[in-house]
């Protein structure tokens, strides 16, 4: 039998291995600075995240695809920008972006008419995907709605300057570089290629999938890589890769682009974009001009092998440097219901020619109404301090491509609460907006309901784009999981799932029907790159680990090397 | 007071708490950097506090319960490859008879008993401080110790008497 004493002593012992004061303020150190260089790039991203939440509160859904799919012209190498009038004593210059040529050509799959490209220096991804279920390119999804090819539902390329090397999630911490488990010789149209093999929520360069790829070195150096997926995100079988990689030339072809500026400062004349069409979201069409040799969508994490504080064992992972994105002048278009607009917070309007651009210089972004439900949304670097005539002419030299048909999100049932509300406060110096009052949700509440919790998220934005903005994408990522469940789709929630399906999927779990859900409130954060929601999921069948009605069940969100946000892991606790 | 301010004052005592709540260094340094992380974002509020540390040790103890109830930690970390193990994982308790295995039998106690025991005999805080940092009744600290205590076979009557003269032990010390 022990003594009191005994236990004293022990747990004396165990204060003398803590972790030293140096560790701590260095880790700290690193995880302030990870969270302050994203809050530039995320306010941006978070008015247009928050705009997808009001478009899609709205109730539109995929049906105006087809409303408005009776042949949209083909898009162009370059968009075309309108001549903007230089401000007095401005700090732009005019640009003219440049079109973008792929060193290969290839034949898409039966069925993937859709198209997603992205470039940034030393990397070019171009995606083909089934646009009657994808409303965001390669991570397509529509719940209940089948692909029109059950085995392919997107493919595609990836050209890079050196060798990619894949990261994956494990344990639900930030990723880490895969091992690759196989790597095998195969002949694929002729290419002297591999077959490689990761485990399966690897991902590669621009968060794409690399559990399986086909790879090979082009003529002029570079590497390319072929990828194929599932409805389900799974990979598909060898076979369909290799025709797919086969089908692939290198004849140099020229991508379209879906967005244009016509200005930019000094300097960032070097692009970096993404294009989708014929669908888009907020990753469909933006476009970064940045110093030389800086890539904006870079992830933010390092890894190398040894004992690390955050990372897998084996792994440290760290937190590099500044956002890169900070360094650039951003344009990106989203849709948004016109009357919604104006719940996006307190700008300045400020009219350039025919178009009124709603500013706000602390924040160093401007929007302007591109027609048809069209938002575009420009920021530049804070350090460049431009004035609001100049953030004004920089958004209104934007376009889209009128080629591109635009296509909502499905909206996500959010409960915004008022402990949210002081959450958002608390992480912004300048939340000013008073906390929402609490409304009940679900099934019930209907579209007033999702798009009051829209109109909450866009004040959010308004009041701390940083937080709000992160959480949107997160909150889209989350009901679309949540959504696709309950319908019984679980096809479509693999989409946002990628953690193991035993780490709390509810489509593992057999005979439990999600009947109903509620987001209560906002994450915690325990880092910036994740997110832990609690919600109120009403259950039956879920046996006697989990009774017939209502459950608090926590969802751990981390956002990939991509920028984009995925379901990790959940369980009955945070 | 400042953050910085804050951490030179009470930094090397919550690096302790942590070591001693979590049970192992490597965990103790994830859980205080998260908690503080959190708590910089906040510090306008928690800065105006009349106790700032109270706030910020309740949220390295939240922080700790928060990780031992995510369903990873409790299935996947058990094994470094982040695979469930193929069998059961052996009663810690197996054998022990000792204070020398103190240190396992604390390692196995559930989350709430163990962050418990540690507020009660690292801390000395009473029931209701207790309580109110876990979030739970008075009575069930109460239980929640007795239980901790019997894991631990650490004798109950030597706990009744320290709890009739119990000394305050500074945090740290």
């Not at chain 2, 953050?3 to 103790?28: I, K, S």
């Amino acid at each position: 039998m022990n003594t009191v004493t005994d236990l004293r002593a022990e747990l004396r012992t165990l204060a003398e291995h803590a972790p030293s004061d140096a560790e701590i303020r260095s880790t700290l150190a690193g995880l302030r600075s990870a969270r302050s260089k994203r809050r530039r790039m995320t306010a941006l991203i978070g008015v247009a995240a928050a705009v997808i939440l009001v478009a899609g509160g709205a109730g539109i859904t995929g049906a105006v695809l087809s409303q408005r799919s009776a042949g949209p012209a083909a898009p162009s190498p370059v968009v075309s920008v309108p001549d903007v009038p230089l401000p007095a004593d401005t700090k732009l210059i005019r640009h003219h972006l440049q079109p973008v040529v792929s060193p290969v050509t290839a034949i898409p799959p039966d069925g993937l008419t859709g198209r997603m490209w992205l470039s940034s220096p030393g990397r070019l991804a171009v995606s083909f995907f089934d646009p009657t279920t994808a409303s965001d390119g390669w991570t397509s999804y529509t719940p209940g709605k089948p692909s029109a090819s059950p085995r392919l539902a997107a493919a595609g390329y990836l050209v890079t300057d050196s060798r990619d090397q894949p990261t994956v999630l494990l344990g639900g911490r930030a990723p880490a570089a895969a091992p690759l488990t196989d790597l095998t010789p195969v002949a694929a149209g002729g290419h002297d290629a591999m077959l490689e093999t990761a485990p399966s929520t690897s991902t590669g360069a621009f968060g794409l999938p690399a559990a399986q790829r086909i790879s090979w070195r082009l003529s002029d150096g570079r590497w390319i890589y072929i990828w194929a997926s599932g409805p389900s995100g799974d990979p598909v079988d060898t076979a369909t890769l290799k025709d797919f990689a086969a089908s692939i030339r290198e004849v140099p072809t020229t991508l379209n682009r879906t967005i244009g500026i016509g200005l930019t400062m000094p300097g960032l004349t070097f692009d970096s974009s993404m294009n989708s069409w014929p669908a888009i979201t907020y990753t469909g069409a933006t476009v970064f001009l940045c110093p030389a040799g800086v890539d904006p969508m870079a992830t933010t994490y390092s890894t190398s092998s040894g004992s690390g504080s955050s990372g897998p064992a084996g792994t440290t992972t760290t937190y590099t440097g500044d956002d890169p994105a900070t360094t650039c002048v951003t344009a990106t278009a989203i849709n948004v219901p016109a009357q919604q607009r104006e719940s996006l917070g307190a700008t300045q309007a400020v009219r350039v020619k025919d178009t009124v651009a709603h500013v706000d210089v602390d924040k160093s972004v401007a929007w302007v109404d591109l027609g048809n439900g069209v938002t575009g949304i420009v920021g530049a670097p804070p350090s460049a301090h431009l004035s609001a005539a100049d953030l004004a002419a920089l958004a209104a030299s934007v376009r889209l491509s009128p080629a591109v048909t635009v296509l909502p999100l499905p909206s996500p049932q959010v409960h915004v609460t008022a402990e949210t509300a002081v959450e958002t406060a608390v992480s912004s110096s300048a939340a000013t907006a008073p906390p929402p009052a609490s409304r009940p949700t679900g099934t019930d509440a209907g579209e007033s309901d999702r798009a009051e919790a829209a109109r909450s998220s866009a004040a959010s934005a308004a009041s701390s784009a940083a937080t709000a903005g992160a959480r949107a994408l997160q909150l889209t990522v989350l009901g679309g999981y949540l959504d696709a469940v309950k319908s019984g789709d679980c096809a479509a929630a693999a989409q946002f799932f990628i953690g193991k399906p035993y780490n709390g999927d509810l489509c593992h779990m057999p005979g439990l029907r999600l009947l109903d859900y509620r987001i209560d409130g906002g994450p915690a954060t325990p880092s910036p790159d994740e997110a832990d929601f609690a919600v109120t999921i009403t259950i039956t069948g879920g046996g006697e680990t989990m009774p017939d009605g209502d459950l608090t069940w926590f969802f751990d969100l981390h956002r990939q090397p991509g920028g984009d946000w995925r379901i990790t892991g959940a369980g009955s606790g945070p | 007071m400042t953050f910085e301010e804050f951490l030179d004052a009470e930094l090397a005592g919550l690096r302790r708490y942590a070591a001693v709540l979590t049970g192992d260094p490597q965990r103790a340094h994830d859980v205080l950097a998260d908690a503080l992380l959190r708590a910089h974002t906040g510090w306008s509020r928690i800065g105006r506090m009349e106790f700032p540390l109270a706030y910020v040790r309740r949220m390295v103890t939240s922080t700790f319960l928060s990780e031992r109830r995510r369903w990873s930690v409790r299935m996947i970390r058990v094994s470094s490859s982040g695979e469930l193990p193929d069998a059961a994982m052996p009663d810690p308790t197996d054998g022990v008879d000792d204070r020398g295995q103190l240190h396992h039998l604390l390692a196995g106690l559930p989350s709430r008993q163990r962050a418990a025991v540690v507020l009660r005999y690292y801390l000395d805080l009473p029931d209701a401080e207790i309580a109110a940092e876990l979030g739970i009744t008075r009575a069930a600290v109460r239980t929640a110790i007795s239980r901790g205590l019997a894991a631990l076979r650490v004798s109950a009557a030597e706990e009744q008497a320290a709890s009739a003269v119990r000394p305050r032990i500074q945090e740290g010390s």
